[in-house]
């Protein structure tokens, strides 16, 4: 088991494009999902002292308080809500395929141990094996 970790490791490092690629996507589809509640705080603390420390990371209770109370003119919580629940659906469901089609060609690099593998390698395999990993999606 330990020589199997050790080659898997040596294999990841040679394929860090792999990994930036990944990282990238995942921090792509995550901005979306931020943006409604940093509207939200922007929105609601602008032009007061709280803003800024709202915006260097102190969250206040009692601005969540007023904002579940319904304190603020225009915002609630329901409408910022309805689109943050919304855009988590619809991107999760974009980054589930994505994942899917990243799993497969990952899966395929894997197992192509007669070479060193290429990004060509990665990509042929996402379109040979993302019927099978979409099928196993469904079904799981």
Known sequence: MFKSLVAGLAQAGRLWRLGVLLLFVSTLFSIPLVLPIFWLVFQSTKGTAMAQQMMAGNLDFFW????????????????VGLLTIGGLLLIGLIYLLLQTLFSAGIVSIVTANDREPRMWDFWAGCGAFFGRFFRLMIFS
């Open 64 to 79: 969540f308080a007023d904002l579940v109370n319904q304190r603020f003119d225009g915002i609630s919580i329901e409408t």
